[in-house]
């Protein structure tokens, strides 16, 4: 594009005499600046968060991230929680069974909860930062080994937690200098960066999804509601890092009883409901359990309803259209949370490609 602009701009030049220079000189100013917009993008690299307890790579996975032309793994490889006896440190740590892909860039993410960091003394924080270096260099040595590009570290910070979340981020960066360190983001943090902050970090993570009322009996799907997202997202604005973005594709169950919430069941779909048994369609998405039964590891009573919220392909390629002209433009990064859930293996990999493909 950029060589047609060239050939035309010369072209004119000869043909046409040197005092309809302002003339053209405007039509030119234009149509090159049009080109050089045409080739400022840089299409990002193509990404899935693998959240699961065990780490297992097998053929099958490696072929479908193939198809979809993925090339990086955020993978969670623990939690960090508070404990009253043993305090902060980090839990539910990743079972590596399998090496990681040679053929995928590997980003080590780190899940700290809220409530740890309300808990945390500011004389902890450099205790809990080697803490968590310990783990992560040991999973990482298991797992692969050798240098690293980046870490995440993922955290639904609030404006009580917000200086020792930072200080702690400051912390591990000292650790790891010569590492990108990004973190998640919210859409709240996300619209309201005066008031929550900007992380000390090269990057952020725009999490686009669970934005509705979890426990309200009315909402029809709090995992994606673009209505919602748009009275947050601003085509125009700016973020003061640079973003990268995250789409949801799983789904789970929301339990009712009474009307009141009572729990989350995660990792299912309508379909796996219904071939239950103990459940019956009472309207779109909903089910009413027809006798007490234990499933799941959960009880449930008669009467009990039980929501599912699950991702459709054209609610999904909204979210992409309303969350492109956001990404950063010199590459960044575009995942879908997360890897082998059931509604990321129900949605077809075309649609998929249609959606990576709205950031290109």
């Known amino acids: 594009m950029q060589k047609r602009c060239l050939l035309i701009k010369t072209g ?9 220079g302002t003339f053209l000189g405007l039509i ?7 080109c050089s917009t045409k080739t400022s993008s840089i299409p990002p690299q193509r990404a899935v968060y693998y959240w699961q307890s065990t780490f297992q790579w097998q053929l099958a996975d490696q072929q479908k991230a193939d198809s979809l032309a993925i090339d990086r793994l955020y993978v969670k490889f623990f939690d960090v929680e508070f404990s009253p006896a043993l305090r902060a440190q980090p839990v539910a740590v990743l079972d590596v069974q399998t090496p ?3 053929k995928l860039e590997i980003i080590p993410v780190i899940y700290i909860t809220n409530d740890c960091l309300l808990k945390l003394q500011a004389d902890e ?3 809990l930062a080697a803490r968590i270096q310990e783990k992560l260099d040991e999973l990482w ?8 590009k980046e870490i995440q570290i993922d955290c639904d910070w609030t404006e009580s937690t917000q200086d020792r979340y930072f200080n702690l981020l400051n912390e591990l960066k000292s650790r790891y200098a010569e590492q990108v360190f990004s973190v998640t983001l919210r859409l709240y943090p996300f619209r309201y960066p ?5 992380p000390p970090v090269d990057r952020a993570m725009l999490m686009f999804y669970n934005m509705g009322e979890l426990k309200s009996i009315q909402e029809t799907n709090s995992i994606l509601n673009n209505e919602i997202a748009r009275t947050y997202v601003d085509p125009a604005a700016t973020y003061p890092l640079p973003l990268d973005i995250a789409l949801p594709a799983f789904s789970w169950g929301v339990i009712f009883r009474n009307s009141q919430f009572l ?3 995660g990792d299912f779909n309508g379909d796996i409901v219904e071939a239950s048994g103990f459940f019956s369609s009472f309207a779109p998405n909903i089910y009413l359990c027809r006798k007490d039964t234990v499933w799941r590891a959960k009880f449930f009573r008669e009467g009990d309803h039980l929501r599912i919220e699950a991702i459709s392909d054209s609610n999904l390629l909204s979210a992409a259209r309303l969350t492109a002209p956001l990404r950063d433009r010199s590459g960044g990064t575009v995942s879908f949370f997360q890897w082998n859930a059931p509604n990321f293996s129900s ?3 075309e649609d998929l490609e249609t959606v990576f493909s709205v950031f290109d």
Do not use: H, N, T, Y
């Open 28 to 34: 030119l100013s234009v149509f090159i600046s049009a």
């Open 141 to 148: 040595q298991i797992g692969r080994g050798g240098p690293q």
């Open 194 to 198: 005066e008031k929550m902050g900007v």
């Open 12 to 20: 004119l030049r000869r043909r046409f005499p040197v005092q309809m």
């Open 125 to 127: 924080i450099e205790w």
């Open 263 to 265: 729990g989350l069941m």
């Open 100 to 102: 990681f892909p040679e």
């Open 347 to 349: 949605l077809a990999d």
